[in-house]
């Protein structure tokens, strides 16, 4: 009776700080809330997390500290699930990352006819011709890409279409980055040796 008695107690006080965190959640992030940046995401998961296992361990129970730890270890992992399904619920209302893909395509589609018009206009034919193959591949992939999200049919070739123009972004931001730190780090190096020149 008393075991029973004790799981029962246990049981309710993790259920109530579950739901402690849950709704505090769905107050930041739930339901019809606007995105939420990731960080300011995580900051708050602590926070309430924080504030749930305080009022399990606060809540009166039998059995002691070593009956309960197993279900604290048990609400800890509860609310980590709800976290992960907060944050893909939360990442689904980035109007970016909905539209990252067909960005991308368009984007190397825009830049590249640029460039196939540029090197025909200086006599470079034959890279014209190829800057164009590459065009039309980019445009069957963006509309290959809006036929997957429609229809929903072949998802493991819109996921790979998906991976593509991750990995272009990624690379053309990680470039970007580099390429203006170089240009900051320069800035700062030569401003001493111009300082020097002019005294």
């Known amino acids: 009776m008393l075991q029973a008695t ?28 606007p995105y939420l940046s990731p960080d300011i995401l995580e900051e708050k998961h602590c926070e309430f997390r924080q504030c749930a296992l305080d009022h399990f361990k606060k809540t009166k129970k039998m059995g002691g500290k070593d009956f309960s730890l197993r279900y604290q270890q048990e609400l800890e992992e509860e609310i980590k ?31 590249l006819y640029i ?17 164009n193959c590459i065009v039309g ?10 036929y997957i999200r429609y229809s929903g049919q072949y998802r493991e070739l819109g996921g790979a279409i998906d991976s593509g123009a991750a990995y272009v972004l990624e690379q053309a931001t990680s470039h970007i980055s580099n390429s203006t730190q170089a240009a900051v780090r320069d800035a700062v190096v030569g401003r001493p040796a111009m300082d020097k020149k002019a005294q």
């Not at 004790?6 to 809330?33: P, Q």
């Not at 909905?98 to 825009?110: D, E, M, N, Q, S």
């Not at 460039?115 to 800057?131: D, M, P, R």
């Open 81 to 111: 699930e709800l976290y992960e399904n907060f944050c893909k619920h939360n990442g689904s209302k980035n109007i970016f990352s909905t539209f990252r893909t067909p960005a991308v395509l368009f984007t190397g589609i825009v830049a």
């Open 115 to 131: 460039a196939s018009g540029l090197t025909g206009f200086i006599g470079l034919e034959v890279v014209a011709q190829l800057f």
């Open 137 to 146: 591949l980019l445009l069957i992939a963006l509309l290959t890409w809006g």
């Open 6 to 33: 004790a799981e029962a107690n246990n049981l309710a006080a993790a259920a109530s700080a579950k739901d402690i965190y849950y709704n505090n959640m769905e107050e930041v992030c739930g339901g019809e809330k």
